[in-house]
């Protein structure tokens, strides 16, 4: 299993931002996918995960009402739109993928190397 984040940059305060990850591998569709994020000198933290329904979605506090998580099976995609950024949400961003429908890192196998995100005040 490879996955491949893209989409990141650099973006003013109340922008928007799509970022994407690649999966391949046959075991895509029957896995929950994941984002989370790490900013310098601080923990990964979750994002917003979505199950192999397309449907069934968790999100972190701080970003529900802004981010909208999705997915596409027959391109082997996971989407991450992120409205009204703010400066705190700039970190690397990163997908994952997870047996569970869960925010804990722990619980995610396979991850991408991730892509910067920079929110400008």
């Known amino acids: 299993v490879q996955l491949q984040a893209s989409g990141g940059g650099l973006v003013q305060t109340g922008g928007s931002l799509r970022l994407s990850c690649a999966a391949s591998?046959?075991?895509?569709?029957?896995?929950?996918m994941g984002w989370f994020l790490q900013a310098p000198g601080k923990e990964r933290e979750f994002v917003a995960a979505?199950?192999?329904?397309?449907?069934?979605?968790l999100y972190a506090d701080s970003v529900r009402d802004r981010f909208t998580i999705s997915r596409d099976h027959a391109k082997g995609m996971v989407y991450l739109q992120m409205n009204s950024l703010k400066p705190e949400d700039s970190a690397v961003y990163y997908c994952?993928?997870?047996?569970?429908?869960?925010?804990?890192?722990?619980?995610?196998?396979?991850w991408g190397q991730g892509t910067l995100v920079t929110v400008s005040s």
């Open positions: 994952a993928r997870s047996r569970t429908l869960t925010g804990q890192p722990i619980r995610y196998d396979y």
């Open positions: 591998g046959r075991t895509f569709d029957t896995y929950v």
């Open positions: 979505i199950k192999w329904d397309g449907k069934t979605k």
